[in-house]
């Protein structure tokens, strides 16, 4: 008892000097150097603190991770996946798809045709018919040479969009990626859709299920058909073959109980039998699947909230759109994967932001990258002018070089620190190279404002409480040039592309 009241009392006291200790070599710090820079850095901290600083928004932000349900829309879900699938979906989930949501409901064969046979009896309209070459519908081994060269062609530039548009940033595949952690994982994507469902999906995402998180990407006919190419004859989309080889593994595996699955054919037999559906509708109501889906004629236990979208217009309309803030953060909505833009329009350069938004290149190397969702020259201008308007600090920023540019001299002192202190370890810049730790230092310049670079290098953590950048516990003439340095990281240098 004793000894250990004695060891937390020392914990306090250790707590108590690690609290102290930075604190008065700020003091000590800040007590040598030129009051009037000093005064600007206290300032700025108020100025770029949230949430004091929050401007009242023109129009209420929609957090896409606050929808009222939580799973898609059932009415036409046997046009989305083939019966097979749901029933194993039913049976249960995670064993289909390993980051599923649902919970297992615990129902048995019989009950589960009876839902299948209900869901199907909903569907209000079919799939848009979308005519596709003969031969993109043969499987590989039956494709001539030609065909083949014809479909892989299609097939790799999907790859490319596919790749740019950063799927796997939401969706994992196999349980790999899906830093966002919104997207279902699609490593066994071909055994639930069809290319039909798929290529409508990616081009008319909202008309099937309005409140989804998955932004509507700009494609064009070429890219969708790509892309559709790309996921169904992609290895990653199937699901792995048991390896047979590995005999002792599977001794040590209990045999997995069979889990009865709902063939196409007998749902065929199935589908209008009318007491069958009404026994579904009854199983769907004890089970409360309406609870997580919008399903017909629950409406009455679960009223729709039906939010009204027809009028979105200019920067609503486009978060809506892309779900910008599945992603980002605005004031205390949306998702924390990316940058928080609550405070953009003091950060970020407008100019910069407006090209960046267009064809978005990559800051950061390892840990994060922006989708190219194909906004327009019109999306960003939208964008940047909102951001400009409405998302910056109350009070304006300081102007650090009063006017003029950085001389020579600061700019010179600052390269210097740069690579005293190793900054180089965690950043690329200019024609030198380094590391990839930390974005791109390259053009900074023309992407941060001054005076938020002088807020990001007094205290990194301040600015992103994330933030792995150690503290230097720079001088306020170090920040300076240091800042000085970086402004002058703009495309026309030598030495920049
Ligand atoms: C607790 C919430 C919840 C309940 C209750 C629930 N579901 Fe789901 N369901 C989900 C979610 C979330 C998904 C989306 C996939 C996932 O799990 O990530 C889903 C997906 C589905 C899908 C696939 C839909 C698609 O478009 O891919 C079907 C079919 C389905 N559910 C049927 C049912 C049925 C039938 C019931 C009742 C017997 C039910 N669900 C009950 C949450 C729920
Ligand atoms: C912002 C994150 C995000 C991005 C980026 C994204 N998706 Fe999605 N996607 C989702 C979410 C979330 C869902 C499930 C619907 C929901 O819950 O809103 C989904 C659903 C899907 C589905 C249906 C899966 C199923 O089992 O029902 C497919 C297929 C799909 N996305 C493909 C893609 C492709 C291809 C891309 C790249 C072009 C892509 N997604 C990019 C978030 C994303
Ligand atoms: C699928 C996730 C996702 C969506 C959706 C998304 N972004 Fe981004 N965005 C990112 C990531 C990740 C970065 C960081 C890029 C980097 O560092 O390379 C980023 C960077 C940015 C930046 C630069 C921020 C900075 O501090 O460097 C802006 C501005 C931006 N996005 C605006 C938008 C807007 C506006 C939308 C909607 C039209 C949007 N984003 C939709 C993921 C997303
Ligand atoms: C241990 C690795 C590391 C070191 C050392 C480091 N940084 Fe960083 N730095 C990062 C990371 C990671 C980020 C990204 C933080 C984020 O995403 O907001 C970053 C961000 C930045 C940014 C951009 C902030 C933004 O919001 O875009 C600047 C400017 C910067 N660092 C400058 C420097 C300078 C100057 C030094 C040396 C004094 C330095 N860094 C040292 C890792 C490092």
Redesign the pocket.
């Known amino acids: 008892m004793r000894l250990r009241s004695l060891s937390s009392l020392r914990k306090i006291l250790l707590m108590m000097v690690a609290i102290c200790l930075p604190i008065m070599a700020f003091l000590e710090v800040s007590n040598g150097q030129e009051r009037k820079i000093e005064a600007l850095y206290l300032d700025l901290d108020k100025k770029y603190r949230m949430p004091e600083q929050w401007h009242v928004l023109p129009f209420e932000l929609e957090d896409p991770y606050k929808r009222i349900k939580n799973g898609p829309p059932l009415t036409n879900v046997i046009t989305k996946a083939n019966v097979e699938w749901i029933s194993r979906w039913i049976a249960n989930p995670k064993k289909v798809v390993p980051n599923a949501k649902m919970p297992n409901l615990g129902l048995d064969f019989e009950e589960i045709k009876a839902v299948i046979a209900f869901l199907s009896s909903l569907k209000e309209k079919e799939l848009s018919a979308i005519t596709w070459d003969a031969f993109l519908l043969k499987k590989e081994d039956d494709l001539s040479e030609d065909e083949y060269d014809k479909m892989d062609k299609i097939y790799n530039n999907g790859k490319g969009v596919w790749g740019r548009a950063?799927c796997t940033?939401?969706h994992p595949i196999k349980g790999v990626g899906g830093n966002?952690g919104v997207g279902p994982d699609l490593g066994e994507i071909t055994t639930k859709i069809n290319r039909n469902w798929l290529y409508d999906w990616l081009g008319n995402t909202k008309s099937h299920f309005s409140d989804t998180m998955m932004?509507q990407f700009r494609f064009n006919d070429s890219d969708l058909r790509g892309i559709v190419e790309f996921v169904m004859r992609d290895t990653q989309f199937i699901p792995e073959e048991k390896d047979e080889e590995e005999g002792e593994s599977k001794e040590a595996k209990q045999p997995e109980p069979e889990v009865q699955i709902l063939t196409e054919k007998e749902f065929n037999n199935i589908r209008k039998d009318t007491a069958l559906i009404e026994k579904g509708k009854g199983i769907v109501e004890k089970s409360r699947c309406f609870v997580c889906h919008d399903i017909k004629g629950f409406s009455e236990l679960m009223p729709v909230v039906e939010k009204k979208r027809d009028g979105l217009a200019g920067?609503e309309k486009?978060?809506y759109?892309?779900?910008?803030?599945?992603?980002?953060r605005i004031q205390n909505k949306g998702?924390t994967?990316?940058?928080?833009?609550t405070i953009?329009g003091s950060?970020?350069k407008m100019s910069w932001?407006n090209s960046?938004?267009q064809a978005?290149?990559?800051?950061?190397?390892l840990?994060?990258?922006?989708?190219k969702?194909n906004?327009t020259e019109e999306?960003a201008k939208v964008?940047?002018e909102?951001?400009e308007k409405n998302l910056h600090t109350k009070d304006s920023l300081p102007d650090i070089f009063e006017g003029s540019s950085p001389s020579p001299d600061v700019i010179a002192a600052g390269e210097k620190l740069f690579y005293e202190k190793g900054c180089n370890t965690c950043h690329a810049e200019g024609a030198k190279g380094g590391g990839v730790v930390g974005?791109n230092l390259q053009t900074v310049g023309e992407?941060?404002q001054p005076a938020y670079l002088l807020y990001h290098l007094r205290n990194p953590q301040q600015a992103n409480p994330q933030a792995v950048e150690p503290n230097f516990g720079f001088s306020d003439e170090e920040l300076k040039s240091l800042v000085g340095f970086l402004a002058d990281h703009v495309t026309k240098k030598e030495g920049n592309k």
Do not use: W
Request: with cysteine; charged share 20%; glycine share 2%.
């Open positions: 950063r940033i939401c966002v932004a920067f486009l978060l759109e892309i779900r910008c803030l599945s992603c980002h998702g994967y990316a940058p928080n833009l953009a950060k970020i932001e960046f938004l978005p290149d990559i800051i950061r190397p840990s994060q990258q922006m989708p969702f906004l999306d964008a940047t909102y951001i974005p992407r941060l």
